[in-house]
């Protein structure tokens, strides 16, 4: 083998840092081009020693993924998160420096789900206390009333995954259902079947039973305090399957000992994996050590899409379940692709025809174009535009931020309607000068280069280009053939586009191989060439 093979054949490293199932593990170590390490529960200090080594690091709950860790992580490219939340992770930190954050968001939600019913249920009917009482040979139901379900009213905070699969079950219990969250549209309550709230406050006034299904943001830290549960029926039930902290605890302690909140059922609490709770011990509390995901079905859903997901990664794929890019449905990704090829091979273009350094890109969406996730073909484009120049990791992940820094403006527009052409327009903006270029996607998905700089093409991006301006006049496409073919340069496709009335012409070639700086000298000198460039996509 050798050196140059040996480069491409090097594998990524990848440290499973925390516990997920054996099928996540095995499905890691049956990439042929990753070396897996797993080393569960290794200590902080033994983490920043070897992390620098590795391009992946799988974690879960308890492994703060933070600046200390970046700092010694130079290759890492991507953290898997186990799991749902991310909230041990800095996310802006990991956008800066280009990593990708994913994470497993629908594979534990059915058994999150159900753990809500399940402490909702033994919360209501004090199951816990009776089983001690019971441990302790006491047999006595007096104090052990409870309530049934049937009838009430469920008030659920936040109406996503979660919420909403404990929406449906809770039907059958004959419950009424009343939810508010402020970022999902009316018709999604409408098909799950539950009555919008329009204020919190108007949640908390008529629930029984309260459960809250949000991600935790400084928005839903502390959501509800002693200030809440006094706007609350006396007696009502409450339960937390999602995050510690959403509910404030020492309120919600005393709000249990004033009588407001006749029982509580809590999976997450603050502080975690040794909690401090004033929850903990009290006779009206159920609470477990965040069991919401741990089902052998769900550990092995968990660990299978989280080793997925950090191979598509490692791969160069798109993921769906990225947390620091836009997101988007797997079918969605998938009709994207073609756009976001378009886009990288549009914004590399650039600077490998110009070396004044860009202030402004200016993008048009039209037609089908506009129609997709265009925040995303933008970043690509930046991607495309910045790789070349900078010598840090720019990828999908930062390319927005790097463009900032680097004082690019970037203007988005959109022009949609019938009988609009699909087509990307891309105007790159350096002083008083501009280079134009656009494209658009064919039925099948291929991006094509439909203009550059006002000249008018339909090329397939190939990896290796050449871009050839010159004077309008014959010969000049017999000269650079058989040049190219002096030079051992094998041309598989050419277009010529012309501007008669300037005498002007631009020539667009597809090679199967990097052309040296000789044969590209020879070129330029021709009689009739104004300049030919090297384009590598």
């Not at 516990?19 to 080393?39: F, M, P, Y």
């Amino acid at each position: 083998m050798n050196q140059q093979e040996g480069t491409i054949m090097e594998k990524k490293r990848v440290l499973v840092a925390e516990r997920i199932s054996d099928k996540g593990v095995e499905k890691l170590k049956a990439e042929a081009n990753l070396d897996v390490t797993v080393q569960f529960d290794i200590k902080r200090d033994e983490l920043l020693k070897v992390i620098g080594g590795y391009d992946a690091l799988v974690v879960r709950s308890v492994t703060k993924v933070n600046e200390e860790l970046y700092d010694a992580a130079k290759k890492l490219k991507v953290v898997g998160r186990a799991g749902n939340g991310v909230d041990n992770i800095d996310i802006d930190g990991a956008t800066k420096r280009g990593i990708i954050v994913v994470n497993t968001p629908e594979a534990n939600v059915i058994s999150a789900a159900e753990h809500t019913i399940g402490l909702m249920l033994a919360s209501c009917r004090n199951t816990v206390r009776a089983n001690k009482m019971l441990e302790e040979g006491i047999w006595e139901r007096k104090d052990l009333k409870g309530i049934e379900l049937y009838h009430k009213t469920l008030g659920i905070i936040g109406l996503g995954r979660i919420g909403a699969l404990v929406a449906k079950r809770m039907h059958a219990f004959d419950m009424r259902g009343i939810a508010y969250d402020p970022y999902i549209p009316d018709s999604r309550f409408q098909r799950l079947g539950v009555e919008k709230c329009e204020t919190l406050d108007d949640l908390l006034k008529q629930s029984d039973i309260i459960t809250i299904h949000t991600p935790k943001t400084e928005e839903t830290i502390n959501m509800l305090t002693a200030k809440e549960w006094a706007k609350c029926k006396k007696g009502v039930r409450v339960v937390n399957c999602a995050r510690g902290g959403l509910y404030n605890e020492q309120d919600l302690a005393e709000a249990v000992k004033q009588g407001i909140v006749a029982s509580v059922g809590l999976d997450v609490v603050v502080d975690e994996p040794k909690p401090i709770s004033p929850l903990i011990g009290m006779p009206q509390c159920v609470v477990t050590p965040h069991l919401g995901a741990s089902t052998f079905e769900a550990q092995d859903k968990v660990g299978l899409a989280i080793a997925e997901e950090v191979i598509n990664v490692l791969n160069g794929k798109m993921v769906p379940n990225a947390v620091n890019l836009p997101a988007i449905a797997a079918t969605e990704l998938e009709d994207l692709r073609g756009y976001l090829r378009l886009g990288e091979a549009l914004g590399k273009l650039y600077y490998q025809l110009t070396k004044d350094p860009i202030d402004r890109l200016d993008i048009i969406y039209e037609g089908a174009a506009a129609q997709q996730e265009t925040q995303m073909i933008t970043r690509s484009i930046l991607q495309g535009l910045l790789t070349p120049v900078l010598r840090e990791r720019v990828n999908m992940v930062n390319a927005e931020l790097a463009a900032e820094t680097r004082g690019i403006t970037v203007t988005e527009g959109k022009v949609k309607g019938e009988g609009r052409m699909n087509r990307i327009q891309l105007r790159f903006g350096a002083g008083d000068k501009s280079v134009t270029a656009a494209g658009m996607v064919s039925p099948d998905n291929q991006p094509h280069i439909t203009e550059l700089n006002g000249y008018h093409f339909d090329v397939i991006p190939a990896p290796y280009m050449i871009v050839a301006r010159n004077d309008d006049k014959p010969g000049m496409i017999g000269q650079i053939g058989t040049l190219f073919g002096a030079g051992h340069v094998n041309i598989a496709t050419m277009q010529v586009s012309r501007k008669k009335e300037e005498g002007a012409a631009m020539m667009v070639l597809t090679v199967d191989s990097l052309v040296d700086k000789a044969t590209l000298d020879i070129v330029r000198n021709l009689d009739g060439i104004v300049d030919a460039r090297m384009v590598r996509l």
